[in-house]
């Protein structure tokens, strides 16, 4: 079968170059009509872990608390007082404007909020008409005061010098998307754990199918809305500075930041391509040969992915500049193979130049192919939902590039005349014939070199974390960056985190307090009513979290939250709770608190306790936010700091408490990097050494291939440890891509090091040809690689900063590991047997004399 499919392929590209041409065409042709279909993903699905209980929480909170999405505008006014007549007219001006906009539930100004302190109400007072700083008898400096030092408002609403403030824009809560993930993540959660029937698997994949629809639709629309909200922004410049922040805004400026990289890199790597091929051969047909195949691959591979919408994320933005890189690589291999024939051959007929080629290169290419393969398909197993797409892609990226090549350049080269005279000179193998020779004369120093860098890189490793701040994967001119800045200095904090706690399944003692002496059962009152509290709705049942038991259990963990020194802005049922104390001037009682609760007016009770509390599940949240540029942030500590206080200090239960929000997605993401990084790693050099050793049918060998690259692997995530360089979404895929590429360089040259072996059994003179031949080819190969992915410097996504300049620095470490190490450890091991180290009777290739 292999030996039929050798011979049609081998018939196709020497007997019908132009049928298969033609075929490749139209297939690129109807994969390019696809394009427009292309989407980009930046939702919360796409940068989370797959099948995270935890998202599914997270959504039920919100939907419970009706806590949706929302935009948070900074408002600083340029031209006097924040409180001054003008100032607040533009405030009122703007959020109106606000208020208009499609999706926008409500807007929540210091205009509008309740003032229980300008002046000082009593708690009877309260239950009249609520008085507001947008009305002209309001005492603004008492407002002012009120809004810096408030239980309610402190921290939240205004900066700390007063001339900050904040318009939260709360969005319409995607109430029926809620139940369709729910029910989605549901069916994948059964399908995992015990299979599903044939009517539940038919309900998933319509189910899916439907989600994706509406999300598809829902992410059109709300980036419509951030670009009407940003329209709206604008006619305000010249009179306050603003600064547009939220998650939503977030989405759609990383969507930009994707398109933009996708453009940037698609364009600087096709220039770069092009000016590559043209310093390295000087001839227009292998500048256009390569071009073409890099392009046919990537609009191909793009438009396949469209079809099938499958969809690019933050993480698989690089995804197109690293395709057009690898094939690079492979057309390299191929044209420099292709020109030392047709120089040492010029007689040979351009089939046979052609199937001499594609004969000798197929093998290493193949493997190579496979070997940067298992490195995508190692990325499966990290269990992070944007990484293991990237790893599917990059899979079938080079599959394709693969069969391309060998199609593409051999079909070309049988159409194409074949080249009369000499060949241009190519005088780089005098300096890879530097590398061996430095390798054979100074053997001590490359392996003192290398066990070196193998200690420091361990050392390093070990310092290896994950904690990184959010705000840092943006460059600080974006406004993301300057938003979150202003909201996280002088509003409160950014990234959300809720305490969710549960009625104890007994209740605990109420609080050693005040005694209510008319404290009874309601059956025990012969003057209790149907209705002990007033209300006439089930929702204005007492909670067990409305009494003082309850809300002295809050106010505790309350307090502590906010003695925590990365925690910002707390808010919760205890805020109302103090208030209530401080208008009355001293404790209350159970009677007083339900009294309260069935009288509070519904500005009141919109703002200090609906957010905060269930009746229905009897259940009380806490909210939070973190100070995301505070540099002592430690996620994972935080929220295990909490629970111990809670448990130890509190004496609640486990089963009573939970954490969700922002803050806790990120994190479950962020310490299974760790875990993944050792998954990938493994997977990755388990399957290389299987490749190896199926091509080279030698252990030794296959271990002494992986050596190097496992070295460049340790040397980059050593260098990320040593220079503070945290793991993330895009940094854990470089050790898995270092090994699979740069492996490929130790496949071709021990590839061409067995067959020039071969010749002579001079393991020496050996090491020198593989150097003068196939040493040009991944020189060419390997610069190509570092500069395509020192392009990607150009983004403003810092982590893909990171990721192209962390890759390069590992591809460099690999070439120089396949150049000296490698050769060296051949020479030293003999893995193909004994032969001849005589010096005397070592050949060195013209040019190694001058290197």
């Known amino acids: 079968m292999l030996s039929a499919f050798k011979n049609s392929y081998e018939y196709l590209v020497t007997k019908r170059p132009l049928a298969v041409l033609v075929v490749i065409g139209l297939l690129t042709l109807l994969a390019a009509m696809g394009l427009p279909r292309f989407k980009i993903d930046a939702s919360a699905d796409s940068l989370t872990l797959e099948a995270d209980e935890s998202l599914d929480y997270f959504r039920e909170i919100a939907e419970r608390y009706a806590s949706g999405d929302f935009l948070v505008v900074t408002y600083r006014y340029k031209d006097g007082d924040l409180f001054s007549d003008k100032s607040l007219q533009t405030l009122a001006k703007l959020r109106d404007e606000l208020a208009g906009v499609d999706g926008v539930s409500s807007v929540q100004t210091i205009l509008d909020v309740p003032l229980l302190y300008s002046p000082k109400l009593s708690l009877t007072d309260i239950t009249d008409e609520i008085r507001t700083l947008s009305q002209a008898d309001t005492d603004r400096d008492l407002a002012r005061q009120e809004f810096l030092s408030s239980p309610i408002y402190r921290e939240l609403i205004l900066s700390p010098d007063g001339q900050t403030t904040a318009l939260l824009a709360n969005l319409t809560l995607d109430s029926h998307g809620i139940e369709l993930v729910r029910e989605r993540d549901a069916l994948r959660r059964k399908r995992n754990s015990e299979g599903l029937s044939p009517e539940e698997a038919t309900r998933l994949e319509e189910v899916s199918a439907v989600y994706l629809e509406h999300r598809t639709a829902q992410e059109l629309e709300a980036r419509a809305r951030v670009d009407e909200v940003r329209g709206i922004l604008a006619g305000y410049k010249g009179e306050a500075e603003l600064f547009l922040g939220g998650v939503t805004m977030i989405t759609s400026d990383m969507i930009t930041f994707i398109k933009s990289d996708l453009v940037v890199f698609g364009v600087g790597i096709l220039v770069f391509i092009i000016l590559t091929l043209l310093l390295i051969f000087r001839q227009p047909r292998w500048v256009l040969l390569p071009l073409l195949t890099c392009v046919t691959t990537a609009v191909m591979i793009l438009g396949l992915l469209s079809w099938l919408d499958w969809r690019m994320t933050v993480i698989s933005a690089n995804f197109v500049a690293l395709l057009l890189i690898i094939?690079?690589?492979?057309?390299?291999?191929?044209?420099?193979?292709?020109?030392?024939?047709?120089?040492?051959?010029?007689?040979?007929?351009?089939?046979?130049?052609?199937?001499?080629?594609?004969?000798?290169?197929?093998?290493?290419?193949?493997?190579?192919?496979?070997?940067?393969?298992?490195?995508f398909v190692s990325l499966v197993v990290s269990g992070i939902r944007p990484v293991i797409d990237f790893g599917w892609m990059m899979t079938m990226g080079v599959t394709l590039a693969l069969m391309l090549s060998f199609l593409i350049i051999p079909s070309f080269l049988m159409i194409l005349p074949k080249r009369q005279g000499k060949v241009s000179a190519d005088n780089s193998h005098a300096f890879t014939l530097r590398f061996s020779s430095f390798a054979e004369r100074h053997k001590f120093v490359v392996l003192g070199v290398s066990l070196a860098a193998a200690v420091i890189s361990v050392a390093g490793m070990l310092q290896l974390?994950?904690?990184?701040?959010?705000?840092?994967?943006?460059?600080?001119?974006?406004?993301?960056?300057?938003?979150?800045?202003?909201?996280?200095?002088?509003l409160g904090g950014t990234v959300t985190l809720d305490i969710i706690l549960d009625k104890p399944l007994e209740e605990e003692p109420a609080f050693e307090g005040e005694e209510d002496p008319f404290a009874m059962e309601a059956e025990e009152d012969p003057f209790a009513s149907d209705d002990p509290f007033g209300g006439e709705e089930e929702s204005q049942e007492q909670s067990y979290w409305f009494t003082v038991a309850g809300l002295n259990t809050l106010e505790q963990l309350h307090d502590y939250l906010e003695e925590q020194p990365e925690i910002g802005k707390v808010q919760s049922l205890a805020t109302l709770y103090k208030v209530a104390r401080d208008l009355k001037g001293g404790q209350l009682n159970?009677?007083?608190?339900?009294?309260?609760?069935?009288?509070?007016?519904?500005?009141?009770?919109?703002?200090?306790?609906?957010?905060?509390?269930?009746?229905?599940?009897?259940?009380?949240?806490?909210?939070?936010?973190?100070?995301?540029?505070?540099?002592?942030?430690?996620?994972?500590?935080?929220?295990?700091?909490?629970?111990d206080y809670a448990h130890n200090e509190m004496g609640i239960a486990p089963e009573n408490i939970h954490q969700t929000g922002l803050l806790v997605l990120y994190n479950n993401m962020l310490q299974s990097l760790f875990k993944s990084q050792i998954l990938t790693l493994g997977a990755v050099f388990v399957g290389i050494l299987l490749m190896f050793l199926v091509l080279f049918r030698s252990l030794s060998i296959a271990i002494i291939a992986l050596v190097p690259n496992m070295l460049a692997a340790c040397v980059v995530l050593g260098g990320m440890g040593l220079a503070g360089i945290p793991l993330d979404m895009m940094t854990i895929t470089i050790a898995a891509i270092t090994v699979g590429i740069g492996v490929d360089h130790a496949i071709h040259y021990l590839y061409r090091f067995r067959a020039e072996f071969a010749k002579d059994g001079n393991y020496l003179a050996t090491m020198h040809r593989s150097h003068a031949t196939i040493g040009r080819a991944m020189f060419y190969t390997a610069i190509t690689i570092i500069a395509g992915f020192s392009i990607l410097a150009l983004s403003k996504f810092v982590p893909s900063i990171y990721f192209g300049l962390l890759t390069a620095s590992a591809m460099s470490a690999a070439l120089l590991g396949s150049l000296t190490l490698l050769p060296l450890l051949l020479v030293i091991f003999k893995p193909l047997g004994a032969g001849s180290v005589d010096r005397s009777e070592v050949e060195i290739p013209e040019g190694a004399a001058k290197a």
């Open 327 to 375: 094939t690079l690589a492979i057309t390299i291999h191929l044209a420099v193979r292709y020109r030392e024939y047709i120089a040492q051959n010029p007689d040979w007929s351009r089939e046979t130049l052609v199937l001499q080629t594609v004969r000798f290169m197929a093998k290493p290419c193949l493997y190579t192919a496979l070997t940067t393969i298992v490195a």
């Open 465 to 490: 974390k994950v904690e990184n701040r959010f705000i840092d994967y943006f460059d600080d001119s974006t406004e993301i960056y300057q938003g979150m800045l202003v909201i996280d200095r002088r």
């Open 590 to 643: 159970d009677f007083e608190l339900a009294v309260a609760n069935t009288s509070l007016p519904p500005e009141i009770r919109g703002v200090l306790v609906d957010p905060y509390l269930s009746v229905e599940n009897n259940q009380a949240r806490i909210t939070l936010r973190v100070m995301e540029t505070d540099p002592n942030l430690r996620r994972g500590e935080l929220i295990e700091r909490i629970y």
